[in-house]
């Protein structure tokens, strides 16, 4: 081996100078790129926050799902205030003209139930300026889905004459033509019904007994039309509901994070899985429950619900704290008075054609049993009573309300009741 | 072979000059990294507690700030930040109204929306030789999803 000269002193100075060179080029490349990285994570989160804040707006108006989105977006970015969003149909761009830009698209996919939130950012670097690079592009993107909620919260728009009911009298599968009890309480229209249908009707709906010039005797609470909230009096629908009945659901079925499922989007939940426990029939041994706010006049005898000897819809009762509150098998139906001064139509025990004014007197919340499978939508609906007991509570904690949300007058079918 | 009696040691002492620089570097490199975490950490706690306040429905000005805090503890805890030096700003805004804790916010999204700001104040970065602090801070506004 070649002895080391003199000269070679400060050797390891050099060396240790040019890998220094590189750890150096290493932490500026590495400041640059976890700078673009710390942004693009928050840029992910402006995404993300302003699409599920916008979403809620869409499908009914877009452009406010896209002013949403982007009031989001920018509380979230603070440095872009001050702008203008373009809306070009049911897309918004909202950007400050040197690159950085949020883009909205509140049909993603032609889907108008879904949108699309991109946040373009330009992020400047420290140490790419020496190399060309003055800045690093960041995209992120979040695209979210509008689903309704379909729930037991909801009213089923479908009226039950009080003394008549058997559990499938809104059964449109034995009519070519009629409303089937189609009732309208939000607005008129088949693609409005359709879709109350599937979704439940969410609001304020209140009973009423008597006379509808007095107010109600239990609650004191005055007849109101249901083009209000809340209300107790609703206009049925004048045209064949046939077909939006069933369309409707079609799509109140097609669910598919149920527990039961045919062809991954049929919801076939039976009770127990709805419930979370073996349904307990209403009057079983060992089971005693209160029976305040029952009427004789609307459900028939406790004892006969009691002794299950309904026909069609078995009564169960239902008092504990795991019950699927957004099951679309569980729905509440008014049901409505049929006293000739109601304008029901000539006919007891049959809803009219043509629209009239029909009130609500209670309310069921039911087990929707049939149709358990996708081939038994255009056939007949049939469904069992659940009453809740005051313990009852969603699976996920929220307190169950059999109908509408707040207000002054209890409602429902909730058996201790005023 | 043995190094001639003038250059013995040489290396060392070269060694001895370079290796503070290559210390202040490598611990540079850790306690930036180490502040880079904790930033990006309180960061997602923040979402996080964004995301869970706006499902808490009703809004309890005394009790729902609390229960969302305890989201962003959990979040940092798991990353070893002690939480108590954490200072935090979450509240419900409404529509139109100015934070009370953040006064220079005003919500102008014609919904109720949730603030969350936690900040980590004065955390301290080691050198080595010597230490810096700076101020670390994650922001997130959430849309309120009351019940219809």
Known sequence: MRRIATGDGGYSALWVAIVALFLVASAALAVDTSGAFGTAQTDQTTADLSCLAGVHEIPDDPSAGIEVAVAYAVDNWASMSGHTTVHSGTTGTYGDGAGNEIFVDAAFSGDPSKMRVRIVEIEGTYFGKAIGHDSITVVQEAVCYHQEVKNGAGLLPIGALAGSWNGDLFDCAAKITGNCGALSPDSPGANVYRDAVAN??????????????VADPDTGY????????????????????????????????????????????????SLAQVLGAAPIPLGSSGVTPPQLGWHDSLYGTFAAASSA?????????????????????????????????????????????GRKDVKFIEFYTIYIREPSTIAGIGGPIASDVIWFGPDTECSDGRPFVAVGSTGPVDRGVWLVDS | MGLST???????????????????????????????????TIAHAARETARHGATIDPWDAAASPEAARAVADADMASASIDTRVIT????LVANGATSTCDPGHTNTTGTDQVLVRLRYPGYRLEFLFFSSTIDLEGTAISRHEAAP
């Open chain 1, 200 to 213: 439940g009707i969410d609001g304020e709906f209140l009973k009423h007994h008597g006379n509808r010039n």
């Open chain 1, 222 to 269: 005055p007849a109101v039309d249901c083009f209000a909230n809340p209300c107790n009096v609703s206009e049925t629908e004048p045209g064949n509901m046939v077909g939006p009945w069933h369309q409707g659901l079609t799509l109140r079925f097609d669910d598919p994070t149920a527990q039961c499922l045919e062809a991954s989007w049929f919801n076939c939940d």
């Open chain 1, 309 to 353: 000897t309904h026909p069609n819809a078995q009564h169960y009762y239902f008092n504990g704290d795991t019950l699927n509150c957004d099951s679309p098998r569980l729905a509440t139906v008014p049901i409505i008075a049929q006293n000739l001064d109601w304008d029901l139509g000539s006919v007891p025990g049959t809803l009219p054609n």
């Open chain 2, 6 to 40: 003038k250059e013995r040691g040489s290396a060392l002492v070269e060694a001895a000059l370079i290796l503070p620089f290559l210390l202040l570097l490598t611990f540079g490199i850790w306690t930036t990294a180490r502040a880079w975490n904790v930033n990006n």
């Open chain 2, 88 to 91: 935090d700003c979450i509240e």
